[in-house]
């Protein structure tokens, strides 16, 4: 059964930093791997979509990696901004299941 | 388009009610979903719809019963839910079941008085 976890579980940065949060699970017969935005009471938006055969994905200030065989997804944040604190999610979708959902890092970016 | 919508945003309910939530998209997608997710926890799905045929239902109580109209539209419908069903409930779509992009509505904050 597939086991995603995230480190850290919070994480708190000034205005600025460039940033890494860490994805890894324990299946790597993965079909993709999605990161998810979520602020406090709302619903998922969706950050980045990496396919197995894909290394990476970048969007704006964000550059997602993947490296199957170890288990790990990095999700980078550069030159972080207070409108990005929000937790951060991955979610691994494997061959003939349904996605699962790693516990989320809380980030907080401080002015 | 790419919004997925969902009413009510907040509803409170007591034990003994009946009522439904609905989640709606137009972005053609043909796999719809209901998670559930409580404080400080990831979603858990509930059930996945494919071609507006029930594919998966993770065991979820039978106080939960989802219906999909046709391929935009999905409902949960609520009876007789206890004070611990109370969570943020998240609908979601996608292309289809395989390797796709998920897209989530915003949410139906659900009280259980």
């Known amino acids: 059964k597939q086991e995603v976890t995230q480190i850290p579980a919070a994480l708190s940065v000034p205005e600025g930093e460039n940033l890494v949060l860490n994805c890894s699970f324990t299946?790597?017969?993965?079909?993709?791997l999605q990161w998810f935005r979520q602020d406090p009471g709302k619903g998922l938006t969706s950050l980045l979509l990496?396919?197995?055969?894909?290394r990476e994905q970048t969007s704006g200030r964000l550059n997602a990696s993947l490296d199957k065989s170890s288990g790990r997804s990095t999700l980078y944040i550069a030159a972080s901004q207070p409108g990005d604190s929000a937790t951060y999610l991955c979610?691994?979708?494997?061959?003939?299941?349904?996605?699962?959902f790693g516990p989320g890092t809380r980030l907080s970016v401080l002015p | 388009d790419t919004e997925v919508t969902q009413t009510p945003k907040h509803l409170v309910m007591g034990m003994t009610n009946k009522k439904s939530l609905k989640c709606e998209q137009h972005?053609?997608?043909?796999?719809m979903y209901w998670y559930k997710q409580k404080a400080k926890k990831p979603p858990e799905l509930m059930f996945v719809?494919?071609?507006?045929?029930?594919?998966i239902n993770e065991s979820v109580p039978s106080r939960f019963s989802p219906e999909c109209p046709n391929s935009s539209l999905l409902n949960l419908h609520l009876h007789a839910l206890q004070p611990e069903d109370s969570a943020l409930y998240l609908c979601?779509?996608?292309?289809?079941?395989?390797?796709?992009?998920?897209?989530f509505g915003p949410g139906t904050r659900l009280t259980v008085t």
């Open positions: 979610a691994v979708l494997n061959y003939g299941q349904n996605f699962v």
């Open positions: 990496i396919q197995s055969s894909q």
């Open positions: 719809y494919s071609y507006e045929k029930l594919s």
């Open positions: 979601a779509s996608s292309p289809g079941t395989s390797g796709y992009e998920q897209y």
């Open positions: 972005m053609g997608h043909r796999a």
């Open positions: 299946d790597s017969a993965i079909y993709n």
